[in-house]
């Protein structure tokens, strides 16, 4: 069994921290994972758009406000679980990002740094405290329980868009931690698994500064474009494996797009 029996005291099958939940990805993935019985903590910087969540999803959605590449917040997102659900989580999505248009001829670097700062530094600083915590809780747990990681890489984590390679370049970094970690804690029980989606329509294109004639112009090329559901789907189906299966790494695009 990959899941708990949920009781009175423990209600909730897994307890899920999930960095950026105020849109996109990590919003799906919150709502996905509260409608098959999880618990989440979720983070993000938006503090109203947190309280609206908490509101509509209920006692199974906590909201922790603030920048996910803060070791003060990462701190709070660990505590809460305990705090709230009672145990410590057992899945950690790391999602926060942003991404950043334009080539390495042209990109604006006066953004580079923030892009750096939470889509590296922020997600590496997430996965050591993950890694840490878990690597402890699985040397009596496994193989009876999962604890999983997961990290939100991107197709241009992989193959080399000119079109975007300066931010692709963090996703690259991204790439390399979670298979050193996967290496390093596979071993030990814990799931490190790699998402990578392709173009997945979300408040990340206007962050990144696309154009509308540019979505525009992907959406006839590449269209219908699936949103951040697709993503929660994949990532849900990876963490419901039975705990000694590792879907280690999983690409999902929309069916036209042919590269990157
Ligand atoms: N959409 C795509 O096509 C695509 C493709 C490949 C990979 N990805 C990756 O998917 C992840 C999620 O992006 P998305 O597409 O869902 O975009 P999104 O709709 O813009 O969501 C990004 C989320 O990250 C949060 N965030 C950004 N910076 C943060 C920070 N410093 N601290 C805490 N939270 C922060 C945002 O919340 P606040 O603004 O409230 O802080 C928001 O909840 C990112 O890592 C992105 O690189 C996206």
Redesign the pocket.
């Known amino acids: 069994m990959s899941q708990a029996t949920p009781s009175a005291a423990h209600p909730y099958t897994r307890i899920a921290i999930v960095?950026?939940?105020?849109?996109?990805?990590?919003?799906a993935t919150a709502r996905k994972f509260i409608a098959q019985g999880f618990a989440v903590v979720g983070?993000?910087?938006?503090a109203a758009?947190l309280a609206r969540l908490e509101q509509e999803l209920g006692p199974a959605f906590r909201g922790v406000v603030?920048?996910?590449?803060d070791e003060e917040v990462l701190n709070q997102l660990f505590a809460t679980a305990v705090d709230h659900f009672g145990q410590s989580a057992d899945i950690v999505v790391a999602?926060?990002?942003?991404?950043l248009g334009g080539s390495v001829k042209d990109a604006d670097l006066a953004q580079f740094e923030d892009v750096l700062?939470?889509?590296v530094m922020?997600a590496l600083r997430l996965l050591q405290r993950a890694a840490q915590k878990m690597v402890v809780t699985q040397k009596t747990d496994f193989p009876k329980k999962a604890a999983d990681i997961v990290i939100?890489?991107?197709?241009?984590g992989k193959n080399i868009s000119p079109f975007s390679a300066v931010y692709g370049s963090t996703?690259f970094a991204i790439h390399s931690l979670a298979e050193g970690l996967r290496r390093e804690i596979g071993p030990k029980g814990v799931r490190v698994t790699l998402v990578?989606?392709?173009?997945?329509?979300?408040?990340?294109?206007d962050?990144a500064g696309y154009s509308e004639d540019m979505v525009n112009k992907l959406e006839e090329n590449w269209g219908p474009m699936p949103h951040?559901d697709a993503i929660a789907d994949a990532i849900h189906y990876v963490v419901t494996q039975p705990p000694h299966v590792h879907v280690s790494e999983i690409m999902v695009r929309p069916t036209r797009q042919d590269y990157p």
């Open positions: 960095t950026g939940a105020t849109s996109g990805i990590g919003e983070n993000g910087r938006t758009k603030g920048d996910a590449s999602n926060a990002g942003r991404g700062k939470i889509n922020g939100i890489g991107s197709v241009v996703k990578e989606p392709g173009f997945i329509l979300t408040g990340f294109q962050v951040g």
